[in-house]
Structures are given as structure tokens and as C-alpha cells.
């Protein structure tokens, strides 16, 4: 078991994604869209926005992150599995998943994104440390996935990150005590594996384009979750905006 630590947690999202400040950000949620619809790369665009609007990096990548052009949102919403999901097998981004559930745990900040995932600002950089929340979150999936009556998930971890092997003994030791066969796969590279399966369960905004197929797994487990922060910077509701 890991120290205590608080999982994506910056003190300045107190102040830079709350009151005024979380408001003018969905107003430059609004313009972004705007312009990825247009077919603006998300850099282009949330760069443009941010320096419109003064935004910091950590805002910046909040937008790049959680907002996305009406043609991806619907390209998502087709491949996405909802139900009949008994007996399936299932391809888990591990560290995606895992974390944004730490995220949720620690109560730090989380995006609920226009396409109906979850998202977190937290980040690998190539680093991973087993801490105090990552059983619970290993867990919470199991628990889910036992609901759901999953006959088998494959967890893929990424082997140049840091300690992916001790994140897969403990998956495969918590797994134990699921109804789910559970295996793991410690690869060089998993986007390009996950982008060719069915059955998907990741947050990637790339990985979700090009799967065949898809589960929202983080979204109905956080939305459950006590004193979990997750703010909206977009309704999902599909009208043009002009932008200022």
C-alpha cells in the first residue's frame, strides 16, 4: 500500500476552475468547440481561445481535453456499447482508467467531457506510483465489471511507465476475489493495440475515434462516488455558438 497522497490534486484548481473564473472558462468551452467544428486542430484552437481569454496551461489543457468537435462526439456515441454487455470480454486502458478513478478518490478535480467521459488532468510523464486509493480504484472497476457480468477483462498496462509490473501483481492479486477472469498484458504500446479492438474501456479521445467499439466505465462509477469534484464545461447540447 502507497503513502497518502491526493491524486492529481493542484492547490491553484481551487481558485482557477471555480466561481468566476470556472465561468469564464465555459464560455471559452463554447468558442473551442466552435472552432474544432470548423475543423481547427485542438491545439490550434485552444490556443487561440486560451490567449483570448488569458487562460493558464492547466486551463488550456482542460479545454484540449474535455471538449470535442460535434463530428467526434457522434462518431463516439455509435461505437459506444450501453447494454447486452453480459458474457463479453472487455480491453481495459489500465492506466487511464485507474487513475481517473485515484483522481476521483483523492478529490481532485475531474472533467466530465462533452462526449460523456471522464477525464483528469493528472498525467503520467512516464511515472507511476502505487498509492493509498489504487486498490480501492482497482476495485471499483471489479465491482462494476462483476455487475455488468463481465466474463473477462484484459487489463493493458504501458511497459516503458514506471511500475507497471507492481500495478499488474496487484490487479491480478485483487482480482482474485471477483468472478471475472482477469488478465494483464504489460506492452510497449497500447493505443495502437486498444485501437484496433472491440469492447474498449479507456477516456482517449484518439483511442475512442478509432476502437470498434466502446464502454463509458469511469463516468457511472464516479457520478456514485461521495465528495468526488467534477465540474462540466460544456451541456452537450448540439446548437451553433458564435464566439466573441
Given at each position: 500500500m502507497?503513502?497518502?497522497?491526493?491524486?492529481?490534486?493542484?492547490?491553484?484548481?481551487?481558485?482557477?476552475?471555480?466561481?468566476?473564473?470556472?465561468?469564464?472558462?465555459?464560455?471559452?468551452?463554447?468558442d473551442?468547440?466552435?472552432?474544432?467544428?470548423?475543423?481547427?486542430?485542438?491545439?490550434?484552437?485552444?490556443?487561440?481561445?486560451?490567449?483570448?481569454?488569458?487562460l493558464?496551461?492547466?486551463?488550456?489543457?482542460?479545454?484540449?481535453?474535455?471538449?470535442?468537435?460535434?463530428?467526434?462526439?457522434?462518431?463516439?456515441?455509435d461505437?459506444?456499447?450501453?447494454r447486452?454487455?453480459a458474457?463479453?470480454?472487455?480491453?481495459i486502458?489500465g492506466?487511464?482508467?485507474?487513475?481517473?478513478?485515484?483522481?476521483?478518490?483523492?478529490?481532485?478535480?475531474?472533467?466530465?467531457?462533452?462526449?460523456?467521459?471522464?477525464r483528469?488532468?493528472?498525467?503520467?510523464?512516464?511515472?507511476?506510483?502505487?498509492?493509498?486509493?489504487t486498490?480501492?480504484?482497482?476495485?471499483l472497476?471489479?465491482?462494476?465489471?462483476q455487475?455488468?457480468?463481465?466474463?473477462?477483462?484484459?487489463?493493458?498496462?504501458?511497459?516503458?511507465?514506471?511500475?507497471?509490473?507492481?500495478?499488474?501483481?496487484?490487479?491480478?492479486?485483487?482480482?482474485?476475489?471477483?468472478?471475472?477472469q482477469?488478465?494483464?498484458?504489460?506492452?510497449?504500446?497500447?493505443?495502437?493495440?486498444?485501437?484496433?479492438?472491440?469492447?474498449v474501456?479507456?477516456?482517449?479521445?484518439?483511442i475512442?475515434?478509432r476502437?470498434?467499439?466502446?464502454?463509458?466505465?469511469?463516468?457511472?462509477?464516479?457520478?456514485?462516488?461521495?465528495?468526488?469534484?467534477m465540474?462540466r464545461?460544456?451541456?452537450?447540447?448540439?446548437?451553433?455558438h458564435?464566439?466573441?
Open positions: 502507497g503513502k497518502m497522497v491526493k491524486r492529481g490534486y493542484v492547490p491553484k484548481d481551487q481558485d482557477e476552475f471555480t466561481g468566476e473564473q470556472l465561468r469564464r472558462l465555459q464560455e471559452a468551452a463554447k473551442t468547440q466552435y472552432l474544432l467544428n470548423r475543423g481547427y486542430p485542438v491545439k490550434n484552437a485552444t490556443t487561440f481561445i486560451g490567449n483570448h481569454y488569458k493558464s496551461e492547466r486551463q488550456r489543457l482542460a479545454l484540449a481535453r474535455s471538449i470535442s468537435s460535434h463530428q467526434d462526439i457522434d462518431i463516439r456515441k461505437k459506444q456499447i450501453c447486452d454487455m458474457g463479453m470480454s472487455v480491453y486502458d492506466f487511464n482508467t485507474i487513475i481517473s478513478l485515484e483522481v476521483a478518490l483523492s478529490g481532485s478535480l475531474l472533467l466530465h467531457c462533452s462526449d460523456g467521459t471522464v483528469d488532468l493528472a498525467g503520467l510523464r512516464g511515472t507511476y506510483h502505487i498509492i493509498d486509493k486498490e480501492q480504484a482497482i476495485r472497476i471489479l465491482y462494476r465489471l455487475e455488468w457480468e463481465i466474463a473477462e477483462a484484459v487489463f493493458y498496462l504501458d511497459e516503458p511507465v514506471s511500475n507497471s509490473g507492481r500495478l499488474k501483481m496487484l490487479l491480478l492479486q485483487t482480482a482474485q476475489e471477483y468472478r471475472i482477469v488478465s494483464v498484458k504489460v506492452i510497449p504500446d497500447v493505443d495502437r493495440v486498444l485501437e484496433s479492438l472491440p469492447y474501456i479507456s477516456g482517449d479521445a484518439i475512442l475515434n476502437c470498434l467499439s466502446w464502454i463509458n466505465l469511469v463516468y457511472p462509477i464516479v457520478k456514485h462516488l461521495p465528495d468526488v469534484w465540474i464545461l460544456l451541456d452537450g447540447i448540439k446548437k451553433e458564435n464566439p466573441v
